[in-house]
């Protein structure tokens, strides 16, 4: 079952939507105090929305999605941007295609025209391509170290 967190709720699940972050962006990201402050505030202000996937006892967060809705000042083209997905365990890929098709389902409610995320778990690229998704752009790095 997959439950939207309500922004007051944030602060009971904070330490894992970090630990998620963490995970997804690894040790090598730029992830900082401000990053976190950032998606924090955001989440409490409904700007950002968690959803979570939880077991049958709704006692355990299996699954932790991260969104955030997008407008271009100009255009007023609306998006989904995901910003972490994230499994506490390894997940069945029907499982990760439901995740899938309910952010396609929130997007759609919310008006917007497209969903973009990044990743580089690869099962979760392929997953992602099975519902639909195609890949638009490649995102290069380079890292300057001090």
Do not use: H
């Not at 963490?22 to 989440?43: F, H």
Request: hydrophobic fraction near 40%; include cysteine.
């Amino acid at each position: 079952m997959i439950v939207k967190v309500i922004s007051f709720q944030i602060p009971r699940v904070w330490d894992s939507i970090k630990y998620a972050l963490d995970k997804v962006e690894g040790l090598d990201s730029n992830i900082t105090p401000d990053r976190y402050n950032y998606i924090l505030a955001a989440l409490l202000n409904d700007t950002c929305q968690c959803f979570i996937r939880v077991d049958d006892e709704k006692e355990k967060i299996k699954a932790l999605m991260l969104t955030e809705i997008y407008e271009n000042a100009i255009t007023k083209f609306k998006g989904l941007k995901v910003i972490c997905l994230y499994a506490f365990e390894v997940n069945s890929t029907d499982e990760w295609e439901n995740d899938f098709k309910f952010l396609v389902d929130f997007a759609t409610s919310a008006n917007c025209k497209e969903i973009f995320f990044e990743s580089r778990n690869s099962r979760v690229i392929d997953i992602a391509r099975r519902v639909g998704f195609v890949e638009k752009s490649k995102i290069l790095s380079f890292s300057i170290r001090r």
